[in-house]
């Protein structure tokens, strides 16, 4: 049974700091990985996908990494703003591509 | 705006009734998801649809039941309410399924949930 991890459940750094995000999986036969975002009372945005052939994904400042035998894929934030505060979810999707699982999150606050 | 649709966005129950989270979406995705987010433990899967007129159990299916007559509607059925299914439940889709899909998953807003 896939189990997708995040540590820390919350974070908080000040304004203009680079930070990682972690995101841990116990099977490594995956068909792909998304990061997303939640803003608190809504629902949730996709930030980026890395398909499980592809080693990184980047949008802007937002670097995903995914490396599968280790079970591991990681968001970098650069020069992180306080408009970056959120939840930050990863979630996998199983070979068959038909489950989607989810990590509890990680919560981020953007000190000014 | 292109996007799923929930109703109701907020909903207080009392136990033992009957409930039916709608959930439609206008981007004839043929994929579409059930979730409930509860705190500490993220979201879990209740029910998934990989195409109109069929439909599969996710992590915690007890208690609820799903159909997807068409491909914009899939319906979340409480049949008889009880005070741990309070929650927040989010309905999701997704374009493609299988070797060629992408597979990005888009969100509705949530319908929060209250079983007293």
């Known amino acids: 049974k896939q189990e997708v991890t995040q540590i820390p459940a919350a974070l908080s750094v000040p304004e203009g700091e680079n930070l990682v995000l972690n995101c841990s999986f116990t099977?490594?036969?995956?068909?792909?990985l998304q990061w997303f975002r939640q803003d608190p009372g809504k629902g949730l945005t996709s930030l980026l996908l890395i398909q499980s052939s592809q080693r990184e994904q980047t949008s802007g400042r937002l670097n995903a990494s995914l490396d599968k035998s280790s079970g591991r894929s990681t968001l970098y934030i650069a020069a992180s703003q306080p408009g970056d505060s959120a939840t930050y979810l990863c979630a996998v999707t199983d070979s068959s591509a038909s489950k989607i699982i989810f990590g509890s999150g990680t919560r981020l606050s953007i000190r000014p | 705006i292109a996007g799923i649709t929930q109703a109701p966005t907020s909903q207080i129950l009392a136990a033992g009734r009957r409930m039916t989270l709608r959930c439609t979406q206008d981007m004839r995705h043929n994929a579409m998801y059930w979730y409930r987010q509860d705190l500490g433990l993220g979201l879990r899967l209740i029910h998934y649809s990989n195409t109109a007129g069929t439909t599969g159990k996710g992590e915690v299916p007890d208690g609820y039941s799903v159909s997807r007559a068409n491909t914009d509607d899939f319906p979340l059925t409480l049949a008889s309410a009880v005070p741990s299914q309070t929650s927040v439940y989010f309905c999701a889709s997704s374009e493609e399924q299988g070797a060629s899909g992408a597979n990005v998953l888009t969100f509705g807003a949530g319908s929060r949930l209250t079983v007293l």
């Open positions: 099977d490594s036969a995956i068909y792909n």
